[in-house]
């Protein structure tokens, strides 16, 4: 009976040494990890929020937004509605999506500008700057009645004008989906209340252009038309009392002078 108990206790024993060092190498290896803890992502709210013009998320019709987000952005001559060099990029971006979407059947081209100038200026400035960005699409083979040109001047700023960097982000070009298979896109104003100018086709404004070289032409003198003898009669005004025959007025004439009689004496005077 004692030889089992022993027996036993002797093949428990290995068992038991086993899991007691398990457990100390268990341990052990807690003790000596070095690896830093998993960082937390930063909040949204800390977020730095991307620009307007970053293309987020491409544009579809089920998202409900009309602007259509391009990376990077279109820059002008200083006062004027010229293309600067280094836009290409984005212009090309914007014709591709043009390309790809042929449902959107009118695309509207806003010009915004900052408040350096009067408000009138700058709302024409950026009418003609939208303009030169329809004018280098239709350039490429857009047709021009998809473009909708528009200008809402410093009327809708991003950026605080007072510094440099909110004039920066107010000079910008954005894109608006107008109509969709021929209807306002959401019901919407396609022009949106803002200044609108007329986007011509490659053909007209070439022929605009020749017109406007050709020197102008003095108008055509009319030709003289002989009218011939004719007879009209000429009122003419009866005189009146105070008038004489001629219609001139009559002036009093002066009292003539008594003249002395003959062989008398002449007329006295005082003493």
């Given at each position: 009976m004692d030889s089992k108990r022993k027996q036993a206790g002797r093949t428990a024993l290995p068992f038991a040494v086993a899991a007691a060092l398990a457990v100390a190498a268990h341990a052990g290896q807690g003790c000596g990890d070095n690896r830093l803890p998993p960082r937390d992502l930063p909040r949204a709210d800390e977020q730095r929020p991307l620009p307007r013009w970053y293309p987020e998320r491409a544009w579809s019709e089920q998202g409900g937004e009309s602007q259509v987000y391009i990376e990077g952005k279109i820059v002008f001559d200083t006062s004027k509605a010229v293309i600067r060099p280094?836009?290409?990029?984005?212009?090309?971006?914007?014709?591709?999506?043009?390309?790809?979407?042929?449902?959107?059947?009118?695309?509207?081209?806003?010009g915004h500008t900052d408040a350096q100038s009067s408000e009138e200026h700058n709302q024409q400035l950026s009418a003609r700057r939208a303009l030169a960005v329809a004018d280098w699409l239709v350039d490429r083979g857009v047709e021009n009645i998809r473009l909708i040109a528009v200008g809402f001047g410093e009327s809708r700023p991003l950026g605080p004008n007072e510094i440099a960097a909110g004039r920066s982000e107010n000079r910008r070009v954005e894109f608006h989906v107008a109509e969709v298979n021929g209807r306002p896109f959401q019901g919407q104003d396609p022009y949106a209340g803002g200044l609108a100018l007329e986007v011509l086709s490659l053909e007209e404004r070439k022929l605009r252009a020749a017109q406007a070289a050709q020197p102008k032409a003095p108008p055509p003198r009319k030709a003289f038309v002989a009218t011939g003898d004719e007879i009209k009669p000429v009122p003419v005004k009866p005189p009146t009392d105070a008038e004489g025959p001629e219609g001139e007025?009559?002036?009093?004439?002066?009292?003539?002078?008594?003249?002395?009689?003959?062989?008398?004496?002449?007329?006295?005077?005082?003493g």
């Open positions: 280094g836009s290409e990029k984005t212009l090309e971006t914007l014709l591709q999506f043009l390309k790809e979407h042929p449902e959107v059947t009118r695309l509207r081209i806003e007025p009559l002036t009093p004439s002066a009292p003539a002078k008594e003249a002395p009689a003959k062989g008398g004496a002449p007329p006295t005077g005082g």
